[in-house]
């Protein structure tokens, strides 16, 4: 509002300024017709008979001319007598406009012009006191200092008010962050303003996601939890039955003590490869793909498995790091696992991102494709695990609204699975 009131004063000062300009322009012209210049040079030249503003008349008035001729000698007005003017001959065509102080302080505007009259050249200048005007023009800008005094004060008012209004659903809010603490709402009402709605939108977002976290995490544990149970029974049976011999129990216990350390070194696999972060923090492909492809060759470095990845151009897998570690984690873990000695990992863009984990071991036959994705399902016992890898890998596609198929592998002959995520909204 401070720069408002000065470009306002400014503005109606440059406006009256130029206004006075035209004026004194407009005075030059009756001054310059009222010239006469005698016949043959036989007298100086003077006003003729043109009525000109009577102020000129009269000392003092605030309103000036003066005709300065070539060579020399000059007329002045009766009011310029007590002026002291120092003006410069200019040329024809040449126009001046300034600003001075007059004999007694006063500020003047002079309008100055050179012409050229029956062949003669002469300079006229026209000069007016602007203290009158300047009286006027600070009457005006207290005036426009007061009006936007109160148009400040009234967009406070009002912007207070919009403030008042807006913040007042930020109560309800608040009260649905109660609410949920106290397992009354499962997300934030969005009847929000506009400035606020993002942030409600995201937090909403995040409540789904650490609600999908949470899901996983029962899953797994419950996961884990069912496949301990069948061991640990078997490990109670066999120390507390009196049937058979001493060897035949040690033989029942040590496999299934195996059995048991093999699901926990699983389950430890998991956490390694999920690794350390952030919650929410997002997947880079191309940093950690080659370092997850490198922690699974050292975890099998007894099988010299060679696993080869290929990212297509442009191909960001923008999710949250821990589900995608925890995805492409279980998918070659489980190539490792039944592949020769080549496992490939490609990921490519397709109105989304296309995921293809192919390896080059036995396989299996498409009626087995559905048993795949089952809960603790093994299609082969001679080869580590607990069955729960790709009904992991179902959960967490799920939660992405993705899908996951199986096939054989073209390339390699062995098992191919392909995950498709489709775009984030």
Known sequence: MLIFWWAGSLTSRLLTNEFVYSRLEAESSHVRAALEFPELNL???SLGSARLNPAYDLPGSGKYYVIKLAPEGEILSRSSWDQSFDLPMLAPGQISKQTLLGKAGEPLLLWQGGFAKQGHLFTVAIAEDMTPIHARLSIFQWYFAAISLLLLCTLLFVQHLIVRRSVKKLDAIREDMNRLEHGLAVSLSEDVPSEVLPLVSEFNRLL????????????????????????????????ESSDGNELEKRQAISQNAERIRQLIESELKRARLAGRGAAGQLFELEQELPALCGLLEQEYADKAVDIRSNIGKDVQLSYDRQDMLELIGNLLDNGVKWANSVVMVNVKSAQGVLLEVEDDGPGCSPVEFDRLMQRGVRLDESVAGHGLGLSIVKDIVETYNGSVEFDISARLGGLRVSVHLPDKA
Do not use: Y
């Not at 609600?211 to 496949?227: C, T």
């Open 43 to 45: 007298g100086s030249p």
């Open 208 to 239: 789904t996601r650490f609600d999908q976290r949470l899901r996983q995490s029962r899953n797994a544990v419950g996961n884990l939890a069912h496949s301990l149970k069948s061991p640990l029974n078997l490990l109670l049976r066999s120390s």
